[in-house]
């Protein structure tokens, strides 16, 4: 007899803003959740929400999916208000209900990191996810020893979540690129001909 394998379903989305995103959302689809179920997902990482802690849970019943059948797990920016990028990046993630063991908004164990809201882990008991949004380098790379920080600060969280024997999987916005092409274009020429000599007849 085979054994069945049952797949966890991970989306992963920048959405720059989660109140334009849910707005659109709510638009065509009606709910978060009815959303979510059109895309069969298990788990949704959202990055750069840029939502604060009043706000998600003055707002919970529109921007979140039915409360019955998902958990939702937010890391808003705790940077002082006075600070440039108060109320930027954030992190969420949704996870149908029961599917979590555990979540943690502070995984970095760094607080100048931590309070940034760019990383939120969550114990899904198979494996452990971290939905992050990494700083990205910034003008002239003024933002590189932060990054590198950051990175640092995730790989020493992954190896203690490996340590206790969980698997790792880490999502999100990670301004990484291996290659040119893996680089946001603004725009990008497509040869008709040549996606047509290729297609399968």
């Given at each position: 007899?085979?054994?069945?394998?049952?797949?966890?379903v991970?989306?992963?989305?920048?959405?720059?803003?989660?109140?334009?995103?849910?707005?659109?959302?709510?638009?065509?689809?009606?709910?978060?959740?009815?959303?979510?179920?059109?895309?069969?997902?298990?788990?949704?990482?959202?990055?750069?929400?840029?939502?604060?802690?009043?706000?998600?849970?003055?707002?919970?019943?529109?921007?979140?999916?039915?409360?019955?059948?998902?958990d939702?797990?937010?890391?808003?920016?705790?940077?002082?208000?006075?600070?440039?990028?108060?109320?930027?990046?954030?992190?969420?993630?949704?996870?149908?209900?029961?599917?979590?063991?555990?979540?943690?908004?502070?995984p970095?164990?760094?607080?100048?990191l931590?309070?940034?809201?760019?990383c939120v882990?969550?114990?899904?008991?198979?494996?452990?996810?971290?939905?992050?949004?990494?700083?990205?380098?910034?003008?002239?790379c003024?933002?590189?020893?932060?990054?590198?920080?950051?990175?640092?600060?995730l790989?020493?969280?992954?190896?203690?979540?490996?340590?206790?024997?969980?698997?790792?999987?880490?999502?999100?916005?990670?301004?990484?690129?291996?290659?040119?092409?893996?680089?946001?274009?603004?725009?990008?020429?497509?040869?008709?001909?040549?996606?047509?000599?290729?297609?399968?007849?």
């Amino acid at each position: 007899m085979e054994q069945s394998t049952v797949q966890t379903v991970v989306l992963s989305w920048n959405v720059a803003g989660w109140k334009t995103a849910c707005d659109g959302i709510v638009q065509n689809h009606g709910t978060v959740g009815a959303w979510l179920e059109r895309h069969r997902a298990d788990v949704l990482c959202l990055q750069e929400t840029k939502v604060q802690n009043k706000w998600v849970s003055d707002n919970y019943l529109q921007i979140a999916p039915s409360a019955i059948e998902w958990d939702s797990f937010w890391c808003p920016c705790r940077l002082a208000a006075s600070t440039k990028r108060s109320g930027m990046n954030g992190v969420a993630t949704f996870a149908r209900k029961g599917a979590t063991l555990s979540a943690d908004c502070r995984p970095l164990q760094d607080e100048s990191l931590d309070r940034e809201g760019r990383c939120v882990k969550t114990d899904h008991g198979d494996f452990v996810l971290f939905n992050c949004y990494v700083p990205n380098s910034g003008s002239g790379c003024k933002q590189l020893p932060l990054k590198l920080k950051f990175l640092r600060a995730l790989r020493h969280a992954m190896d203690r979540a490996k340590a206790r024997g969980k698997h790792v999987v880490v999502c999100g916005d990670l301004n990484l690129r291996a290659r040119e092409q893996d680089c946001y274009w603004a725009w990008r020429a497509v040869s008709i001909e040549a996606m047509l000599s290729t297609a399968p007849t």
